[in-house]
């Protein structure tokens, strides 16, 4: 079982509606969860992180915890075509590491 | 601020040659990271160094080395490169490596091929 597990995607969504996207964690001591959005060719760039159980939300961006379910997920509301990119979940471990998973793609068509 | 930066972006390396890439960033963050991303595979850590000083392995460290040469820079060694070496090279710094000061900034990416 990986530690981070993303489904690979592509995940395709029309433009405005809600994209949602999942993880789940192995580790149940981990301490914080962190989303990065990752263009083509580009570097990851972090959108949010969350440490604590329920739901943070940012402009669009809809960050959700569950610890008991060891699930994290990030919804984007009003989906826009500059969406269109891999989405990381990245985990720090009880191990004081992080750890990042392989990937969504999102594609959002028009 | 440039952020994390790196050199080169990209690299053609000949099996058995060595290399090292470098990294520098000017946020005065303690940590730092050394990264290789593989299609379907993610970021996989190489080492990293939660403070000057300090270095440690990753989950992929074997074929490399590395040196933290002061609190700005950190750099990643291939002294004999395979070509399953070949990826993009990613640095990442952060404030600290603990709870709360752990987001990470990525530099542009080094794209390495070894032939």
């Known amino acids: 079982q990986k530690e981070v597990e993303q489904n690979s995607g592509p995940l395709s969504v029309p433009e405005g509606a809600i994209a949602s996207l999942n993880c789940t964690y192995s580790d149940r001591g981990s301490q914080s969860f962190f989303w990065y959005r990752q263009y083509s060719g580009k570097s990851p760039e972090l959108i949010m992180f969350i440490y604590s159980n329920g739901d943070k939300e940012d402009g669009r961006f809809t960050a959700q915890l569950n610890k008991a379910s060891q699930y994290v997920s990030l919804l984007i509301r009003d989906s826009q075509p500059s969406d269109s990119a891999t989405y990381l979940c990245?985990?720090?471990?009880?191990?004081?590491?992080?750890?990042f998973g392989s990937g969504t793609r999102l594609s959002i068509r028009p | 601020n440039a952020g994390v930066t790196q050199t080169p972006k990209f690299q053609v390396l000949k099996t058995g040659q060595s290399m090292t890439l470098q990294c520098a960033q000017d946020m005065n963050h303690n940590s730092m990271y050394w990264y290789r991303q593989d299609p379907g595979m993610g970021l996989r850590l190489i080492y990293y160094?939660?403070?000057?000083?300090?270095?440690d392995k990753g989950e992929v460290p074997n074929g490399y080395n590395v040196s933290r040469l002061n609190k700005r820079e950190f750099s990643l060694r291939l002294e004999s490169a395979a070509p399953s070496q070949t990826s993009v090279y990613f640095c990442?710094?952060?404030?600290?490596?603990?709870?709360?000061?752990?987001?990470?900034?990525f530099g542009p990416g080094t794209r390495l091929l070894v032939l």
């Open positions: 990442a710094s952060s404030e600290n490596s603990g709870p709360g000061a752990e987001t990470q900034y």
């Open positions: 990245a985990v720090y471990s009880s191990a004081s590491k992080i750890i």
């Open positions: 160094s939660a403070s000057e000083g300090t270095t």
